[in-house]
């Protein structure tokens, strides 16, 4: 079971460095899509939750909150 902080590294590419609870990510983390696409913030339960920025492969950039 995954809790504290730690690494995740998927075999597709994808990849989680942050905190986790209960093998979910959880409090701050930042994830990294294969595509190039990538999520800086808070996570709750493996879901985008709180203040953060997802940088996108397209250039496009999302600075915010989510509930």
């Not at 998927?10 to 905190?19: Q, T």
């Not at 701050?28 to 990538?38: F, I, Q, S």
């Not at 339960?45 to 920025?53: E, R, V």
Request: hydrophobic share 25%; with cysteine; charged share 25%.
């Amino acid at each position: 079971m995954k809790e504290g902080n730690g690494i995740w590294k998927g075999i597709d590419g994808d990849s989680y460095i942050g905190e986790w609870r209960n093998s979910k990510a959880h409090g701050y983390g930042v994830h990294t899509w294969k595509n190039g696409d990538r999520y800086e913030g808070e996570w709750d339960n493996c879901l985008k939750h709180g203040q953060g920025t997802d940088i996108f492969a397209n250039g496009d950039i999302y600075v915010g909150t989510y509930f």
